[in-house]
């Protein structure tokens, strides 16, 4: 992978962790997911006016992949309402690499490099070590964080099929936020009503950052895929799990044990073998 590649996606990582963190801090996840989305629909919708539409190819994936990123949106709430930040978001984010290589192979024709493929997985096991405790995986939101792993690899293929058809990937990404976005306070309401999601409340403003940074952190992986395999590209973005263990001891008081710690060293060593 090219190194520009590898710094962006990166820092997408870095982007990532700071708006989960955003998320897991919050006291009705549910509602900041969705004023997030909100965020995310009505700048997305502002910035398609000045570009062109995507081909019509691509079409079908950013209206499938919208549909998985609400379901991705409810796994995760649900994930958090149950887990640690420092726990459940390792079982989602590290099954999900493996997942996508497979199924970029299958549906996409990918061909993995053996070199790549040794990285993701010691990328995918030192992520997926962040999450055990004494030898055991912590019980709660572990059902949730693993179905979010699934719609992070489904969404994730979609995605990395539908930009590559597209012939403009920031098109793309804009457009199938803006389904996203709009999809997202739909269940929200269908939940429970649109009063309390229109009220004003504390966390309003650092909800709607949360979402532009969502954003930008997933505009920027889209970009990546349209230029380099999807299972590299998805491993090197769950180091973010990496940024979200520093998050969870500064501002949670989660513990930063040896395991963790030998688990990040895992994770560095696969993503040098990536690049």
Known sequence: MPVTIISLTLFAALLHATWNALLHGGTDRLWSMTIMCVAIAVTSAVVALFLPLPARASWKYALLSALLHVGYNWCLVRSYQSGELSQTYPVARGSSPLLITCAAALFAGEKIALHTLGGI????????????????????????????GAFIAAYSVADGIGVRLSGNALSYTVWMSMLWGGLMPALYISLRDSKSLLRWRPGLLSAAVGGLVSLLAYGIIIFAMDAAPMGAVSALRETSVLFVAMLGYLFFGEALTFRKLLACAVIVTGTLIMG
């Not at 096991?125 to 572990?142: C, D, N």
């Open 121 to 148: 997985v010691l990328v995918s096991s030192g992520i997926l070590m962040l999450a055990f405790r004494t030898r055991r995986l912590a019980m709660p939101g572990v059902k949730q964080a693993l179905a979010t």
